[in-house]
């Protein structure tokens, strides 16, 4: 077995472990000891889902397919932001200012960077799917710069950072499974409606979510607590 699949199996096995404690997670009770413990085992699967994808991006570059290796790269930066926010919007919920630090600030530039040259690489060589998943990263990171200038005044700030990141960690391990796993587990469902839906399908349903989650929350805080 080459070094090249080595990684990519390890890939693999970190992405199917990601997934299984997404899951997990989302079931357990927010903030018990277990929903922390497999929110905890996650974020390391998916470090080792980036670390590994690292490689698997230069070997496309290595290998004459630089879009690919680009658009790889591009993904990788949105999981790296996604898994940092994730954790220390819990670990700094009691400092706003240390999670809106410099590392936060590089991560959204970077991400509106890098979905700028995904969105130059789609409409150079007519790939609608680098075009349209280009505006996840510009939308990320102008989100987050924007978020950064008026973050203190939000109560709750930490929690809506996690679940937001979340979402966006959920839909990065449920499109490799969808666009990658799935078709090599049951080949004959591979096909064109299926790779749009997998990219795409659970990026839609993350946004739903996401405005349920935002609507519930608002509601909550805005119910005024019962006279005693």
């Given at each position: 077995m080459s070094y090249y699949e080595i990684v990519l199996q390890l890939h693999a096995v970190a992405g199917t472990l990601a997934l299984l404690c997404f899951w997990a997670a989302a079931a357990l009770r927010k903030g018990s000891p277990r929903h922390r413990l497999v929110g905890?085992?996650?974020l390391l699967a998916m470090l080792a889902v980036v670390l590994s994808g690292i490689p698997l991006a230069w070997q496309?570059?290595?290998d004459g397919q630089p879009v690919a290796a680009a658009?790889?790269?591009y993904l990788?930066?949105?999981v790296v932001t996604g898994v940092w926010s994730a954790w220390r919007a819990i670990r700094d919920k009691h400092d706003p200012r240390a999670y809106t630090g410099a590392v936060y600030h590089a991560l959204a530039v970077a991400c509106l960077l890098a979905g700028l040259g995904v969105l130059a690489l789609g409409l150079r060589h007519g790939q609608?799917?680098?075009?349209?998943?280009s505006l996840v990263g510009l939308y990320v990171g102008a989100d987050m710069l924007r978020v950064r200038r008026r973050l203190a005044a939000r109560p709750l700030w930490w929690r809506?950072?996690?679940y937001t990141a979340m979402l966006g960690n959920g839909v990065a391990t449920h499109i490799a499974f969808l666009a990658i796993g799935l078709p090599r587990l049951l080949p004959m469902l591979d096909?064109?409606?299926l790779h749009y839906t997998a990219w795409f399908g659970p990026l839609l349903v993350a946004l739903a979510a996401k405005l349920w989650l935002d609507?519930?929350?608002r509601v909550r805080r805005s119910t005024p607590l019962p006279a005693h």
């Open positions: 905890r085992l996650y496309r570059w290595l658009f790889l790269a990788l930066v949105l609608p799917l680098l075009a349209g998943f809506e950072e996690h096909g064109t409606v609507r519930r929350w």
